[in-house]
């Protein structure tokens, strides 16, 4: 939505109303205890709701060049594969399946979280603003499935409907089709006054890994009271918000492991290897990836 708002200001196109539906799909497959278990991602499906002057053939080339200047296509076209990092209760161990990063670990967040005081009291960024409205997806996760069977073959439906306030801040509706699930509201803005895009693509990034973690040992009941993660995302400045001109482009994820665990240090290591291996998002990054578009006039 950034690229698309900001091309039209530098084409001169008036758009009079904007909304966009996506749909993101990933799969599970295999087993967690044959350790067999691997995320995958699908095309993404982008429905935009426009309303400008453009010809038909004009704003489907004017609406591929948005999608193309985001910054994250860098993570989706191509083949991006993650860099990582591990340390077990403090000493820094080498990688086994996981590609390692060259460099020293960073040093452990530990504390960070508890040491963190808020500037300011923001209401409203995030809201819980369920039920998702249900709809049938094919290959989608059974009712009474579970994400922590041993045995798994689903795919998941993830949306989201974006639409531009008055005041300028997007509005996203985050959805749970399947699984079934909770629907979210978030806020985004590239000026402060909510979190940007790039932002947000990183924290769904980390919050995606980390569950992996959780599922592994849990599955496996090995031990890990606390895990935790130092991430860096690198993006390209928007084709059009940016005036670059260019496609979005977007480094390997780069991310530093650190585990508290009373496990052997090849566990350790399976617990990295397994978690990247069934991260859908870090899958989304190593799959050439494309936008099928669908355009409806307002």
Do not use: W
Not at 162 to 178: H, N, P, V
């Amino acid at each position: 939505m950034n690229e698309i708002m900001a091309l039209a200001e530098k084409q001169g196109v008036e758009i009079r109303k904007l909304k966009l539906i996506q749909d993101n799909y990933y799969t599970m497959q295999g087993s967690m205890m044959k350790r067999t278990m691997v995320g995958g991602a699908e095309n993404i499906e982008l429905q935009v709701e426009i309303d400008c002057d453009l010809d038909d053939m004009a704003l489907n080339e004017f609406l591929v060049n948005g999608t193309y200047a985001s910054p994250l296509n860098g993570l989706m076209r191509g083949q991006v594969e993650s860099l990582f990092k591990l340390s077990k209760n403090g000493a820094e161990l080498p990688t086994a399946g996981a590609l390692e990063l060259d460099g020293a670990i960073l040093p452990d967040p530990s504390d960070y979280f508890a040491n963190a005081v808020p500037m300011a009291a923001v209401d409203g960024l995030m809201s819980k603003v369920g039920p998702t409205p249900k709809k049938e997806v094919s290959g989608g996760t059974a009712t009474n499935a579970s994400s922590l069977s041993d045995e798994q073959n689903r795919r998941l439906n993830i949306g989201a409907v974006a639409e531009l306030r008055a005041d300028g801040i997007k509005r996203i509706q985050q959805m749970q089709y399947s699984p079934y699930g909770t629907s979210f509201m978030l806020l985004s803005s590239e000026d402060g006054r909510a979190p940007d895009a790039n932002t947000l693509i990183s924290a769904g990034i980390g919050f995606c890994f980390m569950t992996q973690f959780g599922r592994f040992v849990s599955m496996l009941k090995l031990d890990l009271p606390d895990y935790r993660i130092v991430q860096d995302t690198h993006f390209s400045l928007g084709g059009a918000s940016g005036g670059t001109g260019k496609a979005g482009a977007a480094d390997p994820i780069e991310t530093h492991v650190y585990l508290e665990t009373s496990e052997g240090d090849e566990i350790a290591q399976e617990m990295l290897d397994i978690s990247e291996k069934t991260c859908f998002l870090h899958a989304f990054c190593k799959t050439d990836l494309k936008t099928k578009l669908k355009v409806k006039r307002l």
